[in-house]
């Protein structure tokens, strides 16, 4: 079957933009996870969503957001872009959030670039 | 989270076994250990997973100890493509959520 699908797998932005991702789940998954990959910080968790709800949020700023729709594709949208937000956003799915029983599957990312 | 701690970097040739160390001396009792590696300009990918006992699948082995405050992933044959970063893990209940370190960068010489 499909893996996880991301969209665009490349874009390039400027400094103040705001820019959306899009991710599509393995069919038959509820659960939807972000995380953010910088060579400075590494694999950063950034949100969980479950059946449209936001599970789990980490430890970034208000300017990212995300959100979940009913067919459980998620998108995540970055706010007054800023030149440290160039990285690369992974998206994760899983059946159901089943937390440390299961495993995730990732996407091979979208890279942006921030100029 | 429990912390893990795991060195930066290893090395093997290819066809040999690889052993990755991880420490997780934090440990609860109902803590799963997992593995996920990541690939050159790939996602991270799940390896295994286990509690208490040694587990085997199609891509490695992991061996916990005992007391359960290390544990061990084992790959029998190294191969090239094997060349990554693997991540030790103890993931949260009910949560996808996961704390990644910075976990140990394999390379496999021919």
């Known amino acids: 079957k499909a893996g996880v699908t991301q969209t665009p797998r490349y874009l390039i932005k400027t400094r103040g933009q705001q820019v959306t991702l899009s991710c599509s789940p393995i069919?038959?998954?509820?659960?939807v996870s972000w995380y953010q990959q910088t060579p400075g910080q590494g694999l950063q968790f950034l949100f969980e969503?479950?059946?449209?709800?936001?599970?789990n949020k980490g430890n970034f700023p208000g300017r990212f957001s995300g959100r979940q729709f009913s067919n459980s594709r998620s998108e995540m949208n970055v706010s007054t872009l800023e030149l440290g937000d160039s990285a690369l956003y992974l998206c994760?799915?899983?059946?159901?959030?089943?937390?440390?029983?299961?495993?995730?599957?990732f996407g091979e990312g979208s890279r942006l670039t921030v100029l | 989270d429990a912390k893990t701690t795991q060195p930066n970097s290893m090395e093997s040739n290819e066809e040999e076994p690889v052993h990755l160390p991880c420490n997780h001396s934090?440990?609860?009792?109902?803590?799963?250990i997992h593995w996920y590696r990541q690939l050159p300009s790939q996602g991270p990918e799940y390896v295994i997973h286990?509690?208490?006992s040694n587990v085997n699948n199609r891509m490695a082995s992991l061996a916990i100890a005992e007391d359960r405050k290390s544990s061990t992933l084992i790959l029998h044959r190294a191969t090239l493509r094997d060349a990554a970063v693997y991540y030790c893990?103890?993931?949260?209940?009910?949560?996808?959520?996961?704390?990644f370190g910075t976990g140990t960068r394999l390379q496999v010489f021919p």
């Open positions: 934090t440990i609860s009792g109902t803590d799963y």
């Open positions: 893990i103890l993931p949260s209940y009910n949560t996808d959520k996961l704390i």
């Open positions: 994760a799915s899983s059946l159901v959030g089943q937390g440390p029983t299961g495993e995730l599957f």
């Open positions: 069919s038959g998954h509820r659960s």
């Open positions: 286990g509690l208490t």
């Open positions: 969503y479950f059946s449209e709800t936001q599970r």
